[in-house]
């Protein structure tokens, strides 16, 4: 079946340009002009993952993320902006969006990145079911925690903390930090992290990976504490303490 999109954008020939281009990828597409219809399509049916345009009349795209998300929607989020300054990007990462690309775009971009956000969310197939070898003392399952560095993880639950303080992750933030925690001491280059959590390497111009350590940074950080993501320039990060 094909995946469902839910495009919302104001100008109608990038609306309309990109509404054939994921039309021609395979896609189902909705296209809407603004963040009230996509508002209302979301809640007729909801999409496999949205496409939404920041600046748009009435409604704009981080109202349309704010809501959906407060109303528990998970669906994976696209922002389109104009916007380049690394504080326009963070207030979409804060209303909830998973991923952005920057206007003037190149439409083969959306899509791995389209690609990218739905591989995560996809189910992960069942395991072959493998027959109990009678007789034999099974060990005990290993612990649901992952920990490092004076933070823990339950990957199952999606939750985690740093000491007795839990975080608000997003889903991006939340498995960026787990491959984190889970190389804690190595140094993660820029190539293996945009492979592992976005499963495409956006280049060296990309500010993607940055904007994201650095919101993350922001929610770990504690007044008097050490600084826990480190920054091997040149290279890419390591969480380690102190």
């Not at 896609?27 to 963040?35: C, H, L, N, P, S």
């Not at 739905?118 to 109990?132: F, K, Q, S």
Request: glycine share 8%; charged share 30%.
């Amino acid at each position: 079946m094909p995946h469902t999109l839910l495009l919302a954008e104001d100008d109608r020939a990038i609306r309309n340009a990109l509404e054939r281009a994921l039309t021609l990828e395979g896609y189902r597409v909705t296209a809407v002009a603004d963040g009230v219809e996509a508002l209302a399509q979301a809640h007729r049916s909801r999409p496999d993952v949205l496409v939404l345009d920041v600046m748009m009349p009435g409604i704009d795209g981080l109202q349309v993320c704010r809501v959906l998300r407060a109303e528990g929607d998970r669906t994976p989020v696209l922002m389109l902006t104009a916007l380049v300054e690394t504080a326009d990007r963070i207030a979409g990462l804060d209303a909830g969006a998973d991923d952005y690309v920057v206007k003037p775009f190149d439409v083969e971009e959306v899509f791995a990145r389209l690609r990218a956000l739905l591989r995560r969310v996809a189910p992960a197939p069942a395991p072959e079911p493998v027959p109990e070898p009678v007789a034999e003392t099974r060990p005990e399952p290993s612990g649901r925690f992952v920990e490092a560095a004076g933070l823990r993880m339950d990957p199952q639950a999606r939750r985690a903390w740093r000491g007795g303080r839990e975080l608000e992750l997003t889903r991006t933030e939340f498995e960026l930090l787990e491959l984190l925690i889970r190389h804690a001491g190595i140094v993660l280059d820029h190539s293996t992290i945009y492979d592992r959590i976005w499963g495409y390497d956006f280049g060296p111009g990309s500010k993607n990976l940055a904007v994201y350590v650095g919101y993350l940074r922001r929610k770990l950080d504690e007044p008097g504490a050490p600084q826990l993501i480190h920054t091997v320039r040149g290279v890419g990060y390591v969480l380690r303490e102190g």
